[in-house]
């Protein structure tokens, strides 16, 4: 294994040399090709065509082959070990649940409909109480039916955690809060499908009886981890190599790291999926190593999409947003970037010490520090993503974050501080994942603006693949010091409960993958949540989740940086585009449409030149392009 | 001559023992004493505490070290089985380690990759050795010409320019801007002409960086020996200007040339990582830098391996060449 020989001295040279001929090919090439406005020459239907809204839905027709790439592998393919957000989206190819998120675009598509089963869940014994009927003509790959039982197999998955370990497991915290189920794999009864608390009276019925109601149940049997798996085909923890569809596609071959081709599922009938319009004849996916390569195959049209979904490089988004603006849409993520204080590390302990830091920062330089209003997102002014029901988005801004102290309040900051009865400041340290360059910008940023109201932080980049063992255990955030730290969060399901219960409630407080960083241990905060889970009109719910949201704010635990929102590229040849709310403002893959079934001549753009790389060593560590966010994860 | 050989293959194979375990202190006590629990990292988000032991039985990870290194070792001659949880895995000799990450054994992640990087890498020594050491040769027979000045201020931008820039101009150029050549790796055994054409940038980037430093060494060495005094006299016996060129200068320029070389295609095999990203070709080092990004030590020690031995044994293969290149060599 070699790095080649490169110098720094060389280096240098290398990027005189670059800034020259990016200058000389930018002033070759000329204009663009597109307007932003409304469709191109080359047919893309324009600046944000696809943000909430359906593009060029008339267009998609059957056939040919979509073309994905991506800059990092799923962390599984399997339905119930797969965390990562465009894993949950491609999944719907090859994989159906009870339950799933509308086909449609933004806050719509968050919205549940009936998938496998014939309608939404029969609600009954004060919420406790889930039925659901299955549809006639639902098949697995090889044509054999789709029964109750195979629903209930794929759930009691979630529960082999010592083999099938990553996925979410919500389920398991639902149906089996004390932990009395060993999952399938250690089940002693003869069908393995021992778990008390699902019950299949028949091969088309499927009942859950919650311990306890919690009103985001169904919200839970939409995520992927709720499919049905058939037991003669698990092979554990080999499934997501090839797992056995339920959808309109199925594996071909997979080559972890390297490629993914689905075919269609022969056996999968139309009239038996009312969600699913399975357009294209087969589906592809490319991964590379080196995220510029992506960028370029998308700017070169020989790539439909970037499956990560996570936005353009700066480099490749400043080249798009010039030359190719109608292929790009500006989304809102769902994710919220923040900092948090742990209140272990004193002063922290002191609400008027975290008030300091969140009227002493510059706000806008954060935001500018995570790439501006366009690419970094709207300044967040508290933790409920817009795309949360509940959410008041920047109307909510009890500090005044983007209003009045968006530059910083110096004067407000240092009488926080004065309450807090550390008058000329204090030091701290920030932590902040050293994979993450923009992240560790923005911990510069806050480090600029806290040194102005006496605060000294010093900034420590920890090893960002460990941060579930580094900031995830308090008695390690508490040794290191770490009062500060930078971290981002989105929602796995678009509630409340599904963004804030690990980062708030008292009870997800673990010695070890913690992820309520701040310690808050606020009896008011829990018994909202408590309050949440047995609450089923929806109007309520969106009351209690508002409710925590200020008590949350009005604590002082966090500081909101941005509202995230992404560029991502859409390719000319896509049809029936829409982002969803469902996964975090990603396209929604599964009704993805061709225009032409036979893949276009690339048009010839503007390549990316060496010199507007995504910078630093050519694929090492360290790019822009962040790997993939787990649902809700960081 | 055989008994030199089996010392080499015997200290090769210490090398080898010495290196596994020191990756092994990289990657599994350094974490430790970092307080960093590697088996977290492998449960997701959601960190179940009997889910992150579970993960720490079937990885072996709260044996000591030692016991951890044995395994390895037997595993390679006698395969191992993987058991947790009522799953069981079995990795079949040899076996270099098993990646829970992608669910796959490291030593068909080798074999897999290895032939994308064997191609990358003689493909690109073939084109560097004979352009680097030619332009060498006419350097420095014609020093001082515009020929031996344009040549090294070639050679110098060779050796300047890194393969990220090289690579990202040539791509940009050739095969998006002139759409002559195609940048999409296609296996050998699919298309042999898709596979050369997918090679040929990625060559002739690899090789420019190393044909420069090779053209520089040849220039260099060749000027030194050709004012040695066996030259001259070669010269005075009246032989032609090839012979004493071909025959006697070139064999002496060829011992540093051979050394460079063994040294070069050992480390590249092992996996060129800039070259290979780029290009997204999918070779060991692209395996690696992956493996790298993901925490994926298994397969990260399995390639290291796989680099030591490669330059252990093109070393080897250097040594005995010296034999037959200088006779004044003897391996004994």
New interface residues.
């Given amino acids: 294994?070699?790095?080649?020989?490169?110098s720094g001295r060389?280096?240098k040279?290398?990027a005189a040399?670059?800034a020259v001929?990016a200058l000389l090919?930018t002033a070759a090439c000329g204009g663009s090709d597109d307007n932003g406005g409304g469709g191109s020459k080359t047919g893309a239907a324009g600046f944000d065509a696809a943000n909430n809204k359906v593009a060029q839905a008339s267009l998609a027709k059957k056939g040919g082959t979509l073309r994905f790439g991506g800059a990092?592998?799923a962390?599984?393919w399997d339905t119930t070990?797969g965390?990562y957000g465009f894993m949950w989206n491609f999944a719907r190819y090859y994989s159906r649940q009870l339950v799933t998120g509308k086909t449609e675009p933004g806050k719509t598509g968050a919205e549940l409909t009936p998938d496998l089963a014939t309608g939404l869940a029969k609600v009954s014994d004060d919420g406790k109480t889930y039925t659901y009927t299955l549809r006639d003509g639902i098949t697995w790959e090889d044509g054999k039916p789709i029964t109750s039982k195979d629903v209930k197999y794929g759930i009691e998955r979630v529960w082999?955690?010592?083999?099938l370990?990553?996925?979410?497991?919500y389920l398991k915290d639902f149906l089996d809060p004390k932990g009395e189920y060993k999952?399938p794999?250690?089940d002693t009864s003869k069908d393995k499908l021992g778990l008390k608390s699902i019950t299949t009276p028949d091969d088309k019925t499927i009942e859950f009886h919650l311990p306890k109601a919690n009103s985001d149940f169904q919200e839970v049997l939409g995520l992927v981890s709720a499919s049905p798996v058939r037991q003669d085909k698990d092979t554990?923890?080999?499934y997501?190599?090839k797992p056995f569809s339920s959808g309109p596609y199925k594996f071909e071959s997979y080559?972890?790291?390297?490629s993914l081709t689905l075919v269609r599922n022969t056996e999968w009938k139309q009239s038996s999926d009312p969600i699913r319009k399975a357009y294209p004849d087969k589906i592809t996916v490319?991964f590379?190593?080196?995220a510029?390569?992506l960028d370029?195959r998308l700017?070169?049209g020989?790539l439909d999409l970037d499956i990560n979904q996570t936005g353009m490089s700066p480099q490749g988004r400043t080249t798009a947003l010039k030359e190719h603006k109608a292929n790009l849409d500006n989304p809102v993520s769902g994710y919220i970037r923040y900092a948090t204080f742990p209140q272990s590390v004193k002063p922290f302990d002191n609400a008027e010490c975290r008030k300091a830091v969140i009227l002493g920062a510059d706000h806008v330089s954060l935001q500018t520090a995570r790439g501006g209003p366009v690419a970094g997102g709207d300044i967040g002014t508290n933790m409920l993503p817009p795309s949360v029901p509940g959410s008041e988005g920047q109307k909510y801004d009890p500090y005044k974050i983007s209003g009045a102290n968006k530059n910083g309040n110096v004067e407000e900051a240092k009488a926080a501080l004065k309450a807090c009865g550390k008058p000329n400041g204090f030091s701290t340290t920030i932590a902040v994942r050293n994979n993450k360059p923009v992240e560790v910008a923005t911990a510069q940023s806050l480090q600029a603006s806290l040194k102005k109201i006496g605060i000294n932080a010093q900034i420590d980049q920890f090893?960002g693949?460990?941060t579930?063992?580094?900031i995830?255990?308090p008695s390690?955030v508490k040794?290191k010091g770490y009062g500060i730290i930078i971290m981002g969060w989105g929602p796995d399901f678009p509630t409340v409960q599904g963004f804030g219960l690990?980062l708030w409630d008292s009870k997800y407080i673990?010695e070890?993958?913690n992820?309520n960083f701040a310690l808050i241990d606020d009896k008011t905060i829990d018994g909202l949540f408590d309050k949440y889970v047995t609450t089923l009109d929806e109007s309520g719910k969106t009351q209690i989740s508002t409710e925590i949201n200020h008590k949350v704010m009005e604590g002082a635990y966090y500081l909101p940086f941005t509202f995230e929102k992404f560029i991502n590229w859409r390719g000319d040849n896509l049809a029936n585009v829409y982002t969803s709310d469902n996964y975090s403002g990603m396209y929604d893959f599964v009704n993805l449409g061709l225009k032409s079934a036979i893949t276009p001549r690339p048009p010839?753009?503007r390549?990316?030149?060496?010199g507007e790389?995504r910078g630093g060593?050519?694929?090492?560590?360290g790019w822009t392009r962040g790997?993939p966010r787990?649902r809700?994860?960081p | 001559m055989l008994a030199y050989l089996i010392r080499r293959l015997f200290a090769a194979a210490v090398m080898l023992v010495v290196i596994v375990m020191v990756v092994f202190g990289i990657f599994f006590l350094v974490?430790k004493w970092a307080?960093?629990?590697?088996a977290?990292?492998?449960?997701?988000?959601?960190?179940?505490?009997?889910?992150?032991e579970?993960?720490r039985q079937?990885l072996g990870l709260s044996d000591p070290i030692y016991s951890q290194v044995w395994e390895f070792f037997k595993g390679i001659f006698a395969g191992r089985t993987y058991s947790?949880?009522?799953?069981v895995?079995h990795c079949a000799a040899p076996c270099f380690g098993y990646s829970?990450r992608?669910?796959?054994a490291v030593w068909p992640v080798l074999t897999?990759r290895f032939p994308v990087t064997l191609g990358l890498a003689l493909g690109a020594a073939v084109l560097w050795l004979v352009f680097g050491v030619s332009a060498g040769v006419l350097s420095a027979l014609k020093r001082g010409t515009i020929w031996d000045r344009g040549a090294m201020v070639v050679a110098l931008a060779g050796?300047?320019?890194?393969?990220?820039?090289?690579?990202?101009?040539s791509?940009?150029i050739f095969a998006?801007?002139l759409?002559w050549l195609d940048a999409?790796y296609v296996p050998l055994d699919q298309s042999f002409g898709g596979w050369f054409g997918g090679m040929i940038l990625p060559w002739i980037t690899l090789a420019f960086?190393y044909a420069a430093?090779y053209a520089r060494i040849t220039r260099a060495t060749m000027l030194e020996i050709l004012g040695e005094d066996y030259i001259r006299t070669a010269r005075a016996k009246g032989l032609k200007e090839q012979v004493v060129i071909g025959k006697h200068a070139m064999r002496s320029t060829m011992t540093p040339i051979l050394t460079m070389l063994g040294m070069d295609l050992g480390?590249?095999i092992?996996?060129?990582?800039?070259?290979?990203?780029?290009?997204?070709l999918?070779g060991?080092?692209?395996?690696?830098?992956?493996a790298?990004?993901?925490?994926d030590l298994p397969i990260i020690l399995g390639?290291?391996l796989i680099?030591s031995l490669a330059v252990l044994l093109a070393n080897l293969v250097v040594d005995i060449l010296y034999a037959v290149i200088d006779p004044r060599v003897r391996l004994t």
Avoid: C
Avoid at chain 2, 35 to 38: E, Y
Avoid at chain 2, 40 to 52: I, T, Y
């Fill in positions: 294994m070699t790095t080649q020989r490169t060389r280096k040279a290398f040399a670059a001929a090919t990092q592998d962390d599984s070990r965390y082999a955690q010592d083999v370990s990553g996925g979410p497991t999952g794999y250690k554990k923890s080999k997501g190599l080559s972890p790291g390297k490319q590379f190593s080196d510029n390569q370029q700017l070169n020989d090893d693949s460990q579930t063992g580094i995830g255990s390690n040794k690990p673990a070890s993958g992820n010839r753009r390549p990316l030149t060496a790389g060593v050519g694929g090492a560590p790997a787990p809700g994860g | 974490p307080g960093v629990d590697i977290s990292s492998f449960v997701g988000k959601q960190a179940d505490p009997a889910a992150v579970a993960v079937k947790g949880g009522g799953d895995t829970f992608s669910e796959q897999d050796v300047s320019l890194p393969i990220y820039f090289t690579g990202l101009l791509l940009a998006f801007g759409h999409q960086l430093m480390a590249l092992g996996g060129a990582i800039l070259t290979e990203s780029t290009f997204n999918p060991l080092g692209r395996a690696v830098l992956d790298i990004k993901n925490q390639v290291t680099t």
